[in-house]
C-alpha cells in the first residue's frame, strides 16, 4: 500500500471517527434528556398519587353521615350516658372508646352519630358570637401615665378593683370580702373607660368590654344567656376585668306597665343582678359599669354587694385640665410661643375627650399648612371648632350629676 493509499484510508477513518462521535454526543444528550423526563413524570406521579389519596380522604368525609349535637345529662354506673339530643327525646348511649372519661361530665355538649345516637367526640362550650366577639384585650395598653386629674378616683378604684386581684391575702387577712363592683358615673368624654382600662393594665388582667344595648335581644330569653356566657367567658379567662358601659340601657327602673319588649329587659336585668350577687362565685372577676345617667338606674342594681362603690367622674377642673393636656402634647413638635395658661382658661367646661379633640385639631391646621410646628393661633382655633357646642352639653350634663 502506497502513501496516497494510506492518507486516503487514514481520512476516511477519521471521518468515520469524527461521525461516531458526533452520534455519540447526539445519543448522550438524548439519553440525558430521556433521564430527565423520566425524573418529571416519577414527580408527576408521586404528586398524583397524593392528590388522589387526598381527594379520597375528602371523599369518605363527605360521605360520612351528619352528627346531631347533644347534652349529657347523666353518667351512669356502667359507663353509659344520658344525653338530651336536639331532636327532642332523652336516649341512654354508649361513648366512643377513644373519648376519656374525664371529659365525660353532666353539662358537656356532645357530638352524636345520627343512627346509634352514640356518643363521637365531646364539644367545646357555646359562646355566642356576640359574646365572642366583645373587645377582649390580654393587657390594654393604656396606663395610669394616660389618665390625668383623676387621683381620687383612682385611688378609689385601685382599692375597688386593683388590691383585689394583686393582694387577695391582705382582705383575708383583715377579714373582709373585696368588692365585687364598681360604678362609674359622670358625664360623657370624662375618661371613664380610660380609667377602666389603665387598671386592667396595671393588673395584668383580661379586659372584657362590653355595650349595655348589645344586651338587649329580640327574642325572650336571648339578652339573659348572653349575661350568663358572658359571666361564664369572664371566668373562664380570670382574673378578668368587665366593663359594661352605658348599663343604663338594660339597668333602667322596672315599671309595673311596660310593654313586651321593656320586659324582655328586665329579665336580662334580673340576669344580671343574679350574676353579680347570686349563688354562683364571680371569684377573681371584677364588674366596672358606667353609665352618664345614674338618675334612672334601678335600686337593685345600686345596693351594695353588686356596685359596692359609685364613683362620680367629673368634669375637668383647671388644674385637671392642665394635666391632660400635658398627657396629650406630650409627643406633638409645639412652637414655644404657645401660652396654655391661657389655653387652659378658654377651655373652662371642656372634658377630657374635648381637650384630646382641641391637641388633635390643632395638629391638622398645622398639618393643613403644610407645617411641622404646632401654633399658638392652630391651637385657639381649634378651640373654637371644638368648644362651639361642646361647652353648653358638658354644663347640661355636669347639672344633671350636681
Given at each position: 500500500?502506497?502513501?496516497?493509499?494510506?492518507?486516503?484510508?487514514?481520512?476516511?477513518?477519521?471521518?468515520?471517527?469524527?461521525?461516531?462521535?458526533?452520534?455519540?454526543?447526539?445519543?448522550?444528550?438524548?439519553?440525558?434528556?430521556?433521564?430527565?423526563?423520566?425524573?418529571?413524570?416519577?414527580?408527576?406521579?408521586?404528586?398524583?398519587?397524593?392528590?388522589?389519596?387526598?381527594?379520597?380522604?375528602?371523599?369518605?368525609?363527605?360521605?360520612?353521615?351528619?352528627?346531631?349535637?347533644?347534652?349529657?345529662?347523666?353518667?351512669?354506673?356502667?359507663?353509659?350516658?344520658?344525653?338530651?339530643?336536639?331532636?327532642?327525646?332523652?336516649?341512654?348511649?354508649?361513648?366512643?372508646?377513644?373519648?376519656?372519661?374525664?371529659?365525660?361530665?353532666?353539662?358537656?355538649?356532645?357530638?352524636?352519630?345520627?343512627?346509634?345516637?352514640?356518643?363521637?367526640?365531646?364539644?367545646?362550650?357555646?359562646?355566642?358570637?356576640?359574646?365572642?366577639?366583645?373587645?377582649?384585650?390580654?393587657?390594654?395598653?393604656?396606663?395610669?401615665?394616660?389618665?390625668?386629674?383623676?387621683?381620687?378616683?383612682?385611688?378609689?378604684?385601685?382599692?375597688?378593683?386593683?388590691?383585689?386581684?394583686?393582694?387577695?391575702?391582705?382582705?383575708?387577712?383583715?377579714?373582709?370580702?373585696?368588692?365585687?363592683?364598681?360604678?362609674?358615673?359622670?358625664?360623657?368624654?370624662?375618661?371613664?373607660?380610660?380609667?377602666?382600662?389603665?387598671?386592667a393594665n396595671k393588673t395584668n388582667a383580661v379586659f372584657i368590654r362590653f355595650v349595655g344595648s348589645e344586651l338587649?335581644?329580640?327574642?325572650?330569653?336571648?339578652?339573659?344567656?348572653?349575661?350568663?356566657?358572658?359571666?361564664?367567658?369572664?371566668?373562664?379567662?380570670a382574673p378578668t376585668i368587665v366593663f359594661i358601659d352605658e348599663i343604663d340601657a338594660i339597668g333602667a327602673k322596672?315599671?309595673?306597665?311596660?310593654?313586651?319588649?321593656?320586659?324582655?329587659?328586665?329579665?336580662?336585668?334580673?340576669?344580671?343582678?343574679?350574676?353579680?350577687?347570686?349563688?354562683?362565685?364571680?371569684?377573681?372577676?371584677?364588674?366596672?359599669?358606667?353609665?352618664?345617667?345614674?338618675?334612672?338606674?334601678?335600686?337593685?342594681?345600686?345596693?351594695?354587694?353588686?356596685?359596692?362603690?359609685?364613683?362620680?367622674?367629673?368634669?375637668?377642673?383647671?388644674?385637671?385640665?392642665?394635666?391632660?393636656?400635658?398627657?396629650?402634647?406630650?409627643?406633638?413638635?409645639?412652637?414655644?410661643?404657645?401660652?396654655?395658661?391661657?389655653?387652659?382658661?378658654?377651655?373652662?367646661?371642656?372634658?377630657?375627650?374635648?381637650?384630646?379633640?382641641?391637641?388633635?385639631?390643632?395638629?391638622?391646621?398645622?398639618?393643613?399648612?403644610?407645617?411641622?410646628?404646632?401654633?399658638?393661633?392652630?391651637?385657639?382655633?381649634?378651640?373654637?371648632?371644638?368648644?362651639?357646642?361642646?361647652?353648653?352639653?358638658?354644663?347640661?350634663?355636669?347639672?344633671?350629676?350636681?
Amino acid at each position: 500500500m502506497d502513501d496516497e493509499q494510506i492518507k486516503e484510508f487514514s481520512k476516511k477513518l477519521s471521518e468515520r471517527i469524527s461521525h461516531l462521535e458526533d452520534k455519540n454526543d447526539r445519543l448522550l444528550e438524548n439519553s440525558r434528556r430521556v433521564e430527565g423526563e423520566k425524573r418529571f413524570i416519577e414527580g408527576e406521579l408521586v404528586r398524583l398519587q397524593k392528590e388522589i389519596k387526598r381527594l379520597k380522604t375528602e371523599l369518605e368525609r363527605l360521605k360520612t353521615p351528619p352528627l346531631i349535637i347533644g347534652s349529657i345529662k347523666d353518667v351512669l354506673a356502667d359507663g353509659r350516658v344520658v344525653v338530651k339530643s336536639s331532636t327532642g327525646p332523652d336516649f341512654i348511649v354508649n361513648t366512643a372508646d377513644y373519648i376519656g372519661k374525664d371529659n365525660v361530665v353532666v353539662g358537656s355538649r356532645v357530638a352524636l352519630n345520627k343512627q346509634t345516637l352514640a356518643v363521637m367526640g365531646v364539644l367545646p362550650p357555646s359562646l355566642d358570637p356576640v359574646v365572642m366577639g366583645a373587645e377582649i384585650l390580654e393587657k390594654p395598653d393604656t396606663s395610669y401615665k394616660d389618665v390625668g386629674g383623676l387621683e381620687e378616683q383612682l385611688v378609689e378604684v385601685k382599692e375597688a378593683v386593683e388590691d383585689p386581684l394583686l393582694k387577695p391575702d391582705l382582705y383575708k387577712k383583715v377579714g373582709i370580702e373585696p368588692p365585687k363592683g364598681v360604678l362609674l358615673v359622670g358625664p360623657p368624654g370624662t375618661g371613664k373607660t380610660l380609667l377602666a382600662k389603665a387598671v386592667a393594665n396595671k393588673t395584668n388582667a383580661v379586659f372584657i368590654r362590653f355595650v349595655g344595648s348589645e344586651l338587649v335581644q329580640k327574642y325572650i330569653g336571648e339578652g339573659a344567656r348572653l349575661v350568663r356566657e358572658l359571666f361564664e367567658l369572664a371566668r373562664e379567662k380570670a382574673p378578668t376585668i368587665v366593663f359594661i358601659d352605658e348599663i343604663d340601657a338594660i339597668g333602667a327602673k322596672r315599671l309595673e306597665v311596660a310593654t313586651s319588649g321593656d320586659r324582655e329587659v328586665q329579665r336580662t336585668l334580673m340576669q344580671l343582678l343574679a350574676e353579680l350577687d347570686g349563688f354562683n362565685p364571680i371569684g377573681n372577676v371584677k364588674i366596672i359599669a358606667a353609665t352618664n345617667r345614674p338618675d334612672i338606674l334601678d335600686e337593685a342594681l345600686l345596693r351594695p354587694g353588686r356596685f359596692d362603690r359609685i364613683i362620680e367622674i367629673p368634669i375637668p377642673t383647671e388644674e385637671s385640665r392642665k394635666e391632660i393636656f400635658n398627657i396629650h402634647i406630650r409627643k406633638m413638635n409645639l412652637s414655644k410661643t404657645i401660652d396654655f395658661k391661657t389655653l387652659i382658661a378658654r377651655c373652662d367646661g371642656a372634658t377630657g375627650a374635648d381637650i384630646k379633640a382641641i391637641c388633635m385639631e390643632a395638629g391638622m391646621f398645622a398639618i393643613r399648612e403644610d407645617r411641622e410646628v404646632v401654633s399658638m393661633t392652630d391651637f385657639e382655633r381649634a378651640i373654637e371648632k371644638v368648644m362651639s357646642s361642646s361647652i353648653e352639653e358638658s354644663e347640661k350634663a355636669g347639672a344633671m350629676f350636681a
